[in-house]
């Protein structure tokens, strides 16, 4: 009976190691090759999206998946081998870099528009121009009134990103300049919330990607210029910036055929239509 035994689990554990062989769908299978997997940057979000439903409509076989959660997320999903294509507002960190080497992962980025941070208020605020050293003041706590800006007497309601999102990496970068935010700072998951908040909150200001500036909100002037196309390609608008795709090494397969399918006239568009700017913007 013994024997019997180890016979019957020997044929099992041959007819696990063979299921491969037969292409069965099991979760460890090797993945299809028309399958596309995306998430990161809320801001890469609607471009991405978009460009995935058009691309399948053309490759009916392809299945790609489109999901966001902060440019932090799309990079370590490449870092974890949990995606295909990462998506990024901000460039990989020195420190990211090193965790994808450790893991034997080389983390390729590729630039597939380009974005204007937008400094947004509420429709009913006067004030319409600002500086860099106010935003930084605003943001870090010591311009606490827009009276003190030339607005109303209305406290100012600071609303941002959270730390995992390029966005606030950008601005942080840029505007805060090592300065700490302020500690009542109302902290958003995604742009489209931020948004929403300023709309719905007179006093309310925050920073968002230009693809997400609707009517509900009022983009403020910095510096004297008004994030436009124009304005971010010639870098004219301080708060400008590049949006990546990364991957593991160059792209390839359908990943490849995906961003290149962005980077030709067709994919362009796309990113005209959903409000960002266009590496071939005229």
Do not use: H
């Not at 902060?70 to 901000?90: T, Y």
């Not at 730390?163 to 805060?176: I, P």
């Amino acid at each position: 009976m013994k024997n019997l035994t180890k016979a019957a689990a020997v044929l099992a554990l041959a007819a696990v190691l063979t299921v491969p062989a037969f292409g069965w769908n099991f979760p460890w299978a090797q993945k299809s090759a028309n399958k596309l997997a995306l998430q990161g940057s809320t801001t890469v979000l609607p471009i991405a999206q978009k460009a995935a439903e058009e691309y399948m409509k053309i490759n009916k076989e392809a299945d790609i998946s489109v999901s966001g959660g902060g440019s932090g997320v799309g990079i370590s999903g490449i870092i974890d081998s949990s995606c295909d294509i990462g998506d990024a507002s901000r460039s990989i960190k020195s420190k990211e870099i090193l965790t994808a080497k450790q893991k034997g992962v080389n983390p390729v980025g590729t630039i597939i528009a380009k974005d204007g941070i937008a400094i947004i208020v509420n429709p009913s605020n006067n004030v319409a121009a600002l500086s860099i050293d106010q935003l930084k003041a605003i943001y870090s706590g010591s311009i606490k009134k827009w009276s003190q800006i030339g607005g109303s007497d209305d406290m100012i309601v600071v609303i941002s990103r959270d730390s995992s999102s390029g966005t606030f990496e950008v601005f942080n970068e840029k505007v805060l300049e090592g300065a700490k935010l302020r500690e009542d700072s109302l902290m958003q998951a995604a742009n489209k919330e931020v948004e929403e908040a300023v709309a719905k909150t007179p006093g309310a200001i925050g920073y968002v990607g230009l693809g997400y500036v609707g009517s509900d909100v009022k983009a403020l002037t910095i510096e004297g210029v008004m994030p436009s196309d124009s304005t971010v390609l010639n870098g004219t608008y301080r708060l400008s910036r590049p949006l990546y795709m990364y991957t593991n090494g160059d792209p390839s397969g359908l990943a490849k055929e995906f961003i290149d399918y962005l980077l030709s006239d067709a994919g362009q568009q796309i990113v005209k239509d959903v409000g960002f700017v266009a590496l071939n913007a005229k």
